[in-house]
Nanobody, 121 residues
Framework: QVQLVESGGGLVQPGGSLRLSCAASGSIFRTNAMGWYRQAPGKQRELVATITSSDSTNYADSVKGRFTISRDNAKNTVYLQMNSLKPEDTAVYYC???????????????WGQGTQVTVSS
């Protein structure tokens, strides 16, 4: 069984920074694409950023230049550095990853439980 556990959320003032982490654990053979999504109250979940196994990245237009996604393959961990935070960044942030478990030949998509980010003065 594989689990994704996020950490690093919290309350921050506008213009501040936060760093989210998401660690995958369990019987992992290989991790492919990893990413962050967010869901604000009353809105649909949306993509924030993704990163492939070869470190190719993709960002939502709303976070380009402010957020940076990175990963540590040895630790099966993905990070999201969030700078210049705005009130509209307030949401629950979810980690997502395509993971191949040991003993299998296919990838399964997993979600974390989410971590709250609140940007407010």
């Amino acid at each position: 069984q594989v689990q994704l556990v996020e950490s690093g959320g919290g309350l921050v003032q506008p213009g501040g920074s936060l760093r989210l982490s998401c660690a995958a654990s369990g019987s992992i053979f290989r991790t492919n694409a990893m990413g962050w999504y967010r869901q604000a109250p009353g809105k649909q979940r949306e993509l924030v950023a993704t990163i492939t196994s070869s470190d190719s990245t993709n960002y939502a237009d709303s976070v380009k230049g402010r957020f940076t996604i990175s990963r540590d393959n040895a630790k099966n961990t993905v990070y999201l550095q969030m700078n210049s935070l705005k009130p509209e960044d307030t949401a629950v942030y979810y980690c997502n990853a395509d993971i191949r478990e040991r003993g299998t030949l296919y990838y399964t998509n997993y979600w974390g439980q989410g971590t709250q980010v609140t940007v407010s003065s």
